[in-house]
C-alpha cells in the first residue's frame, strides 16, 4: 500500500473520471515511487465503480520527461515501468494521456500505453534513449512503429529527435491538439471513450515494412550512428515489430535495453548527460550572483563578430553591432542577412522569425553606441596590440557595471584586462565558429576578473543554450590547446608514414565527424600558420616540430577549400587525394632522414588519443581545468570527440590511465615523472611523440 502523502502521485476525482497527478520536480522522470504509485492508481481505478476513465498528467514544467536517469546502472527495483505500462493499456478503463511540456522516453512509453493522448500545442514527444545509449525500454519500439508505421518510428526512435504537436497529430500519434484547458479536454476525450473498445496501441496490426525498405533503413542508420551502438540497436529492435507478435517484440527489447545499460557507451553517455549540467556549476562560484543583461554590444562584424551576434539576436537579447568603417559595417550586415536568409530558405526559422531577430539588431560606427550595453563582447582581429587598444577605450567607454569579454582564442587575457584598467569587469568568451549553432562556450577567467563577471558569463551561456565551460587563462585555452597537440600527433603520423586520407578515415572511424585534415582545409590553413609564426621564436627547438608540412603548403597558397587546395584538392566540391601533396611529404621525411612505414588506423587514434590525454592531464596539473569533466565537455561539444566515449579524460578513467585524472596531485606527478604506459595508451608526453618511427 502506497503513503498517499507521500507519493508524488495523486489522484483527482472529476466526476467519474479519476485524473491521476504526477507530481515529481523538476521533471517529473519516473522514479521508483512514481511507477509505484502510477501502478496503484491504474489498479484503484479497476476496482473503483465510481471511476469510469482515467487521465495521466503532470505538474509542473513537463509531463514525465523518461525514466530516472540517477536510478540508471543499479539495480532496478519493482515495479518496473513495462509492468506499469502494461497495467494501464489492458486497464477496462479508457485511460488517456495530458501531454505538456516534454513527454520523453518513458514518458512517452507512458502516453503510448494509454488508449488516447491530447497534446498541448508546444509540447513534444520523443524517444531520446539512443542519446543515453539505450533504446527504449518500455514498450516504445515496439507500440510505435504500430500507431506511427515503421517509417515514421524508425526516423524518431533512432535519432532521438523531439517531435512538435502538429506532426504528432499528423502522424496519427496524438489524437488532438488541446486548444485551451489540457486536463479538461484530455477528461472530455477519456469520457467520450467510455463504453466504446478501446484502441490498444499493443493489438494493432504489425506495420508493413518490406525487406528492402529494412535493408535500406538499416544503412543509413548505421551510417549516421558513426560508431556509436544504440541507434543501431533501437533500429533493429523497432524494425522486430513488423514481424513478432507485441509479447516476443517486448521481450526482445527489455533484453537489448539492459544489455546496453550495462555496456560502456551507455555509461558514458549518462557521464556526457550529467556532466553537461555540472558544467555550469563551477565550483566557487556558488554564491556568485551574475549582472544583469538585456543589451550586449558586440565589436567586430567579421565572421565571428557576426555569428555571435546572431546568437544573441536568437536568445531574444538585444545586440548593437559595431565596426570601424562604413564599408565594414555594411559588409557585417550583409553577412547577417544572408546567414538569415539561408535559415529560412532552409526551413529552420520562418520570415517572420528571421525579420524579429534582425530586428533586434542595431549597427554603428564607433565604440560610442556601446555606452549603455550591459555586456561587450569583443570579436576583432587576433592581435594583442589592436585588442589591447580596444579594452583601453571600452574601459572608459562602457557603463561600471558592464562585463567586458575578449572572444580571443589564443591571447593573454590578462594582458588585455590589464589594458581595460578595470580588470575585475572582464572575461574571456571564447565561442566556436559558427558561433549561433556550435554548443561550446569557454569562459576564461582571468587573474583578476570577479566572481560575478564570471558568473555573468555563465548565465549568458545558460541564455544562449551553450555548455560553458569555465577555464583559467593559457595559451589555447582548454580547447584550442587540446587541439594542438592532437594536430601535432596527426602530422607526425604524416611524416612518418601516414597519408592526411588514412589519418583522417582513421579519426573517423573513431567517431569524429570529420578527420583532422579535412577539418583544417575547411577552416584555412592560414591562420594556424600566422600563430605558428608569431610563436616561432619562443619555439623549444628541443621539441619535434609537427608543421613542416603544413608550413610548405601554405607557402604554396594552398590555405585549404577557400583556395581549392590544402591537404587535399577540390573539385566541384569533392575532396581528392592529391599527389602534390603525398609527394611532399615523402620530400619532407626524407630531408629529415625519417624513415617512412606504414601506420595502422589503431595505431594513428592510439598515439592521437594518448596526445589528447596528456595535454588534458597537464590542463589539470595546471588548474587550467578544476575538473576532468570541463575537458570532456570542450571535446565533445567544441570539437567533435564522439558523445558516446565520455569524452577524453572519462574514456582514460573507464579503461584505467591515466590511474586518478580527477586527483590534480596525482596528475603533476604522472606528467612531471612519467607514468608507467598503460596497456592501451602510451605516454607521448615522455616519449617526445614519435609514432616509432627512426627520427
Ligand atoms: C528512459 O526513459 C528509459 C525508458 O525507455 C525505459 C525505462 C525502463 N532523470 O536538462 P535540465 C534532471 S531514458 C533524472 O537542466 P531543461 C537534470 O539532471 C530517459 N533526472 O532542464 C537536471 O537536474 P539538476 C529518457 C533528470 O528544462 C534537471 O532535471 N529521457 C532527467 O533544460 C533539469 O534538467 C531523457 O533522456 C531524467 N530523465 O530540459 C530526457 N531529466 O538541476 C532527459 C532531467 O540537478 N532530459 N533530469 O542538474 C532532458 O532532455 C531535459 O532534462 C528536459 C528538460 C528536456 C526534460
Not at 527489455?254 to 555496456?263: H, I, K
Request: glycine content about 10%; some cysteine.
Amino acid at each position: 500500500m502506497i503513503d498517499a502523502s507521500t507519493s508524488p502521485v495523486r489522484i483527482e476525482f472529476h466526476d467519474g473520471v479519476a485524473l491521476v497527478l504526477i507530481d515529481n520536480p523538476p521533471v517529473n522522470a519516473t522514479s521508483r515511487a512514481v511507477r509505484a504509485g502510477l501502478l496503484e492508481a491504474v489498479h484503484s481505478a479497476r476496482t473503483n465503480v465510481a471511476v469510469k476513465a482515467l487521465v495521466i498528467a503532470c505538474e509542473g514544467r513537463t509531463f514525465v520527461a523518461g525514466g530516472d536517469i540517477r536510478e540508471f546502472g543499479k539495480p532496478p527495483l519493482e515495479p518496473l515501468l513495462p509492468d506499469v505500462c502494461d497495467a494501464i493499456e489492458t486497464s477496462a478503463k479508457p485511460v488517456v494521456a495530458a501531454l505538456h511540456g516534454t513527454a520523453l522516453g518513458g514518458g512517452f512509453e507512458i502516453a503510448l500505453a494509454c488508449h488516447a493522448r491530447v497534446m498541448n500545442n508546444d509540447a513534444r514527444i520523443g524517444l531520446p534513449e539512443v542519446k543515453l545509449g539505450l533504446i527504449p525500454g518500455a514498450g516504445g519500439t515496439q507500440r510505435l512503429p504500430r500507431l506511427a508505421g515503421m517509417r515514421a518510428a524508425l526516423d524518431i526512435i533512432a535519432s532521438g529527435r523531439q517531435v512538435k504537436a502538429a506532426e504528432a497529430v499528423s502522424l496519427g500519434i496524438a489524437d488532438c491538439v488541446a486548444e485551451g484547458d489540457l486536463r479538461g479536454e484530455a477528461i472530455a476525450v477519456a469520457r467520450s471513450l467510455v463504453g466504446a473498445p478501446l484502441r490498444r496501441i499493443g493489438e494493432l496490426a504489425t506495420p508493413d515494412f518490406d525487406a528492402k525498405a529494412i535493408e535500406a533503413a538499416r544503412g543509413v542508420i548505421e551510417k549516421k550512428a558513426r560508431g556509436q551502438i544504440s541507434p543501431v540497436k533501437a533500429g533493429e529492435i523497432a524494425m522486430l515489430a513488423a514481424t513478432l507478435p507485441l509479447r516476443q517484440g517486448l521481450a526482445r527489447e527489455r533484453a537489448m535495453f539492459v544489455e546496453l545499460m550495462g555496456g560502456g557507451q551507455s555509461r558514458a553517455l549518462r557521464h556526457a548527460f550529467f556532466a553537461e549540467r555540472e558544467a555550469s556549476r563551477v565550483p566557487g562560484l556558488e554564491n556568485a550572483a551574475p549582472r544583469a543583461f538585456e543589451s550586449i554590444g558586440v565589436v567586430g562584424a567579421g565572421t565571428m563578430g557576426a555569428g555571435v551576434a546572431i546568437a544573441l539576436a536568437d536568445a531574444g537579447l538585444r545586440v548593437t553591432v559595431v565596426e570601424t568603417g562604413a564599408a565594414a559595417l555594411e559588409a557585417g550586415r550583409a553577412r547577417v542577412r544572408s546567414a538569415y536568409e539561408r535559415q529560412t530558405k532552409s526551413g529552420r526559422i520562418d520570415e517572420s522569425q528571421s525579420a524579429e531577430r534582425q530586428a533586434r539588431m542595431a549597427f554603428a560606427e564607433g565604440l560610442e553606441a556601446l555606452s549603455s550595453c550591459d555586456l561587450v563582447i569583443e570579436a576583432v582581429f587576433e592581435d594583442m596590440a589592436v585588442k589591447q587598444a580596444l579594452f583601453r577605450r571600452l574601459g572608459l567607454i562602457a557603463k561600471s557595471s558592464a562585463v567586458l569579454a575578449t572572444n580571443t582564442s589564443y591571447l593573454d587575457v590578462n594582458a588585455i584586462a590589464a589594458a581595460s584598467g578595470r580588470a575585475r569587469d572582464v572575461i574571456g568568451l571564447h565561442f566556436f565558429a559558427p558561433a549561433n549553432i556550435m554548443r561550446l562556450l569557454e569562459i576564461a577567467r582571468g587573474a583578476d576578473s570577479s566572481a560575478d563577471a564570471v558568473a555573468t558569463g555563465l548565465a549568458l551561456a545558460k541564455r544562449l543554450g551553450k555548455i560553458p565551460v569555465v577555464c583559467g587563462v593559457c595559451d589555447g585555452f582548454i580547447g584550442n590547446r587540446i587541439l594542438a597537440a592532437f594536430r601535432a600527433q596527426a602530422e607526425f603520423a604524416l611524416e612518418d608514414g601516414a597519408l592526411p586520407h588514412e589519418v583522417d578515415a582513421a579519426m573517423e572511424a573513431f567517431g569524429f565527424p570529420m578527420g583532422p585534415f579535412a577539418v583544417s582545409d575547411l577552416s584555412g590553413l592560414d591562420i594556424a600558420w600566422a600563430r605558428r609564426k608569431r610563436l616561432e621564436p619562443s619555439r623549444d627547438p628541443q621539441t619535434r616540430y609537427a608543421s613542416r608540412v603544413a608550413d610548405r603548403l601554405c607557402a604554396m597558397g594552398r590555405l585549404g577549400q577557400k583556395t581549392g587546395a590544402g591537404w587535399y584538392r577540390y573539385e566541384s566540391g569533392e575532396r581528392i587525394v592529391d599527389p602534390v601533396v603525398t609527394k611532399l611529404i615523402e620530400d619532407v621525411s626524407a630531408e629529415f632522414a625519417i624513415k617512412r612505414a606504414p601506420i595502422d588506423a589503431e595505431t594513428i587514434q592510439r598515439n592521437i588519443r594518448a596526445a589528447i590525454v596528456n595535454e588534458g592531464a597537464k590542463i589539470l596539473a595546471e588548474r587550467v581545468a578544476s575538473r576532468a569533466l570541463d575537458i570532456d565537455m570542450a571535446m565533445i561539444h567544441g570539437f567533435g570527440y564522439p558523445p558516446w566515449r565520455g569524452g577524453p579524460m572519462f574514456e582514460a578513467d573507464e579503461i584505467g590511465l591515466p590511474l586518478v585524472l580527477k586527483d590534480v596531485e596525482a596528475v603533476a606527478l604522472s606528467c612531471g615523472r612519467g607514468w608507467e604506459p598503460a596497456p592501451l595508451l602510451v605516454d607521448l608526453a615522455r616519449s617526445n611523440q614519435t609514432f616509432g618511427a627512426t627520427v
